[in-house]
């Protein structure tokens, strides 16, 4: 298998916009990164030398407290966020599903705002209109795709953004938190995709504070705390440490 | 497909991806051009008449102005309308480019923090954006043109370049403007009071000619009344003197050169900073 992922020594520090407000806030126990001096100034360690290979294939939970880190890592490996030291390196297609409101307008219909997410997300129009019976499936939202997105409901968002999210057919789909929101029915298609889009060159990785979702996919976990990598390898055993020191830390 | 990124490197290399980045955003006009006429209409969704509100606001005010001030400015003759006209429909270009332009990248943050995407794509969805709404204001000229019986001077396509300039620099100004305000919380707020003090402060319900030397000395410093005189003098039949020309150039390349160096320091901590 190929590494799909490998980060060295790798650092994500957020300039502080708010200094007061974030001081305040990590002083009273936030969970969040350390708070560092740099040149440019005052900023979060989000994520601090992080080492870590991932061969393809894998299914990865991201485990860890609020403020832990996930997101940035998730944004990192995105290629958002460049690193502030070290190298991220990641090979092949990458897909997000991090917000289900990803372009969307409510007053468009949910077809229409899938046209212009497939612009967004560099997918050719000609290429929408081949995938949007596969879309429609998926989704599950049948003749309500042509109605204005208020009237959808947050789960049937989360229905379309991750049909959106899935629609590049990627090597890397990184998704954090939205799954969430949708209903058993969707949570439940939304694992068979999953699980249909793995294969010995696809990867996942899912950031959720769902056990059940994260056990039902993953093979592997991330742990992180204030921006560091406490563990990495397979779930069951990542999870049952991470669950022990949140227990010890309580 | 895929990607290296590693920690910040030189100068050079820092200007060879803001390079690609502007390059892989022209690349991609079909998407800015799309997104940024599109944003005109979804702010009007809900609207019977839709984004031709933009045409009545652009007639309410020029019927105000002249209205208010044609009077106290002692300015009777018909060609006052068409000055206030197209001076008030640029002006509101220009500050349609600079206060939206100051939160282009805080506008965009989902996105933004969604998936990498060249950052001058927002820019230049912005400035199609303007350029719409320009448009379905510049039927407000159009209509006063009528009412007024005034045509269009023979010189009227010397403003084409001039037009070409002053666009060139609302990329710019949007541009650097977005970067600040992606940096300091507060500019964008600024920016909105000072280009409600501008609209006063600018050639638009007033000459400089016909003012004493305050007038003249405001529309001298003041950048927009250069890219305003451009356009609007050829329209009306005066074509500017080569000196104006000179000024209006001599701000955008003063401009294009702090966001070029700004771009190029600030492009990779946007992401961060929004």
């Known amino acids: 298998m190929n590494t799909v992922i490998d980060l060295q020594n790798l650092s994500i520090h957020l300039p502080l916009q708010r200094a007061r407000l974030r001081r305040k806030m990590l002083a009273e126990g936030g969970n969040g990164g350390r708070v560092i001096q740099t040149r440019s100034g005052e900023c979060v360690a989000a994520l601090r030398g992080i080492d870590l290979s991932i061969k393809s294939g894998d299914r990865i939970a991201l485990l860890g407290r609020n403020g832990a880190g996930k997101t940035t890592l998730l944004r990192t490996l995105a290629g958002v966020y460049l690193p502030s030291t070290g190298r991220a390196k990641v090979t092949g297609n990458v897909a997000t599903l991090f917000s289900t409101t990803l372009s969307l307008s409510d007053y468009e219909t949910g077809r229409q705002n899938i046209q212009v997410s497939g612009i967004l997300r560099g997918i050719s129009q000609e290429r929408i209109k081949i995938l949007l019976p596969e879309i429609l499936k998926t989704t599950g939202i049948g003749e309500l795709i042509d109605l204005p997105l208020s009237k959808y409901s947050e789960g049937m968002k989360a229905r379309l953004g991750f049909a959106m999210a899935i629609l590049a057919e990627p090597d890397l789909l990184l998704i954090d938190e939205v799954l969430n929101a949708g209903d058993a029915i969707f949570l439940s298609a939304a694992r068979k995709k999953i699980t249909s889009l793995s294969g010995p060159d696809k990867s996942l990785i899912i950031a959720s504070h769902s056990e059940e979702l994260l056990g039902s996919i993953c093979n592997k976990a991330i742990w992180l705390e204030r921006g560091e990598l406490m563990s990495f390898g397979d779930f069951k055993s990542t999870m049952q440490a991470f669950k022990d020191w949140c227990a010890a830390q309580a | ?274």
Not at chain 2, 92 to 109: A, L
Not at chain 2, 145 to 165: D, N, Q, R, T, V
Request: aromatic share 14%.
């Open chain 2, 1 to 274: 497909m895929g990607f290296l990124h590693t920690e910040h490197t030189s100068f050079a290399d820092e200007a060879r991806q803001a390079w690609c980045d502007v390059v892989e955003s022209l690349r991609q006009w079909p998407l800015w051009i799309k997104l940024g006429i599109r944003d005109v209409f979804v702010q009007y969704e809900r609207a019977v008449i839709g984004p031709f509100w933009l045409t009545l606001q652009a007639g309410a005010w020029i019927g105000a102005i002249i209205f208010v001030f044609a009077g106290v400015l002692d300015e009777t003759g018909r060609d006052y309308a068409a000055y206030v006209a197209i001076g008030l429909v640029l002006f509101n270009f220009i500050t349609t480019t600079v206060t939206n332009g100051s939160e282009v990248f805080i506008q965009n943050r989902i996105v933004i923090h969604s998936h990498p995407s060249p950052y001058f794509a927002y820019v230049l969805r912005l400035a199609v954006s303007a350029l719409f709404q320009l448009a379905l204001q510049s039927i407000a000229i159009v209509i006063t043109f009528i009412i007024i019986g005034e045509k269009l001077s023979p010189l009227a396509w010397l403003a084409i370049p001039g037009l070409m300039m002053g666009i060139v620099m609302c990329v710019v100004l949007a541009l650097t403007f977005g970067l600040a305000g992606v940096r300091f919380g507060d500019f964008r707020f600024a920016m909105l009071a000072i280009m409600r003090l501008m609209l006063f402060v600018s050639p638009i319900m007033w000459r400089p000619e016909t003012g004493g030397w305050l007038k003249k000395m405001a529309a001298n410093i003041n950048p927009i009344a250069y890219y305003i005189e451009i356009v609007r003098g050829p329209m009306l039949g005066q074509v500017p003197e080569l000196w104006v020309y000179g000024a209006a150039m001599a701000w955008l390349l003063s401009f294009t050169l702090i966001a070029t160096i700004w771009f190029i320091l600030a492009r990779r901590t946007i992401s961060m900073w929004v």
